[in-house]
């Protein structure tokens, strides 16, 4: 069973559903300088003016696919996806691995910070694992020397291009670093978990590595954020989580970021002024009541202000056809996806549970086809595989959203 009216109010969180015209649209953003902005507009057709909005507001975008996550940034921000390469190559958008050892998009300002906040625990264990790659102290020492004499001067912000990983791995290789077997994969993402270096300008079809420090705001790290604060920190993480995220839960920002549920509980209690929070049903409706909760394990949710006010007057939107790319954040964003299909659905959507997620289809706040391109260039075709029944008239609505879906290129 579907929880369609939750699945309704987090796609109009995500920014899924463009803002009324009428009402002006305003979102806290980092600028390429590190600085926050707001900016208002009352004719935006997005519900985050820029990219790079999209990237500060949600924290961090799962990136691993790394056509999809421009999608994702694009999809939110007025579905232009070389605005998002833009925003990669003026250093407003990165990826990193700031949690979970996965790799995600995020604003310039939020890396540092968040990767020292959350990334501990998944570089201790790669560590544990560097002797079965054959790799020691003293390969991990001298990669770092060659990335740093490689990447610092193309890592101008805004202006460097960058290293690409084949030209840091060749160089690695000439000076007896192994790469093979996965060691390569190590040692880049140690030194982009440990501060060293992160993914930067749009470069051959990918992101470039960069030297970090050079390229990041000045200041944008733990200290230079929230005076090394940690618990200011994971405050900040929750108010981005839910406001773009919720409803949701303690238990799904404890998911998502792989932090202690008792860290996030005392943290929350600090930005729980600016959230707003209650139960859902069975069909996700939410409540103020407790007991009319079913949802979501009956836990408390919480949500930007405003938000069940205006999903109560835009319901017939959020309902509307959407394709999303694979490891979209509405699907990928919660302990519990379920919400959005059921268990024979979520098993096309991710053959053998195998991580690989597909490109989905959604209608009425749930899944309803996985969906693919065929062809190239003007052959280019919409492929749609129903997992439930979808009529002409519907599929032809997701033929125009096909049309005109950002892609990072053709």
Same mark, same amino acid.
């Given at each position: ?12 969180? %995500?920014? !899924? ?44 975008? %799962? ?11 694009? !999809? ?34 939020? #890396?540092?910070?968040?990767? %020292? ?9 790669? @560590?544990?694992?560097?002797?079965? #790659?054959? !790799? ?55 030194? @982009? ?22 390229? *990041? ?21 929750? #108010? ?45 409706? *939410? ?106 008239? %519907? ?16």
């Amino acid at each position: 069973m579907t929880h369609r009216h939750l699945a309704g109010a987090r796609i109009l969180a %995500q920014g !899924l559903v463009p803002p009324s015209v009428s009402e002006p649209s305003t979102s806290a953003a980092v600028s390429s300088s590190g600085t926050e902005e707001r900016t208002a507009s009352s004719t935006s057709t997005a519900a985050y003016p820029t990219p790079a909005q999209v990237a500060h507001g949600f924290a961090a975008h %799962q990136g691993q696919d790394l056509s999809g996550v421009v999608s994702s940034l694009a !999809l939110r921000s007025g579905g232009d996806a070389a605005a998002v390469l833009t925003a990669f190559d003026r250093g407003e958008i990165v990826r990193g691995y700031p949690m979970r050892g996965t790799v995600f998009a995020t604003s310039a300002a939020t #890396l540092p910070w968040l990767t %020292q906040l959350c990334a501990g625990a998944p570089v201790r264990a790669a @560590i544990k694992r560097r002797s079965s #790659l054959g !790799l020691t102290d003293e390969h991990v020492g001298r990669a770092g020397e060659i990335l740093e004499e490689l990447a610092v001067p193309a890592s101008t912000p805004g202006v460097g291009r960058g290293v690409t990983r084949a030209e840091l791995f060749a160089a690695w290789e000439a000076a007896g670093v192994p790469t093979r077997g996965g060691c390569g994969y190590h040692l880049l993402v140690h030194h @982009i978990s440990t501060g060293t270096a992160c993914y930067g300008p749009w470069r051959d079809g990918d992101t470039a590595v960069v030297h970090a420090p050079t390229w *990041l705001p000045s200041g944008s790290d733990l200290e230079g954020t929230f005076h090394g604060d940690e618990h200011a920190a994971l405050a900040e993480l929750a #108010l981005r989580y839910f406001t773009s995220h919720g409803p949701a839960s303690v238990r799904d920002l404890a998911w998502w970021s792989k932090l202690p549920m008792g860290r996030i509980t005392a943290a929350l209690a600090e930005a729980s002024d600016r959230l707003e929070s209650g139960w859902a049903d069975a069909q996700g409706r *939410l409540h103020a009541d407790p007991a009319k909760a079913v949802a979501s394990r009956g836990e408390t949710l919480y949500w930007r202000p405003g938000l069940a006010e205006e999903y109560a007057a835009r319901e017939k939107e959020t309902m509307r056809e959407l394709l999303l790319p694979g490891f979209d954040e509405l699907v990928l964003g919660y302990q519990d996806r379920l919400y959005l299909m059921d268990d024979e659905r979520h098993a096309r959507l991710v053959p053998g549970n195998n991580g690989v997620f597909k490109r989905t289809a959604v209608r009425r706040g749930e899944v309803v086809g996985i969906w693919s391109r065929a062809g190239t260039g003007s052959r280019r075709r919409f492929v749609l595989d129903p997992v439930t029944p979808i009529s002409p008239t %519907q599929t032809s609505r997701f033929e125009t959203l096909f049309a005109r879906f950002p892609y990072p290129s053709d």
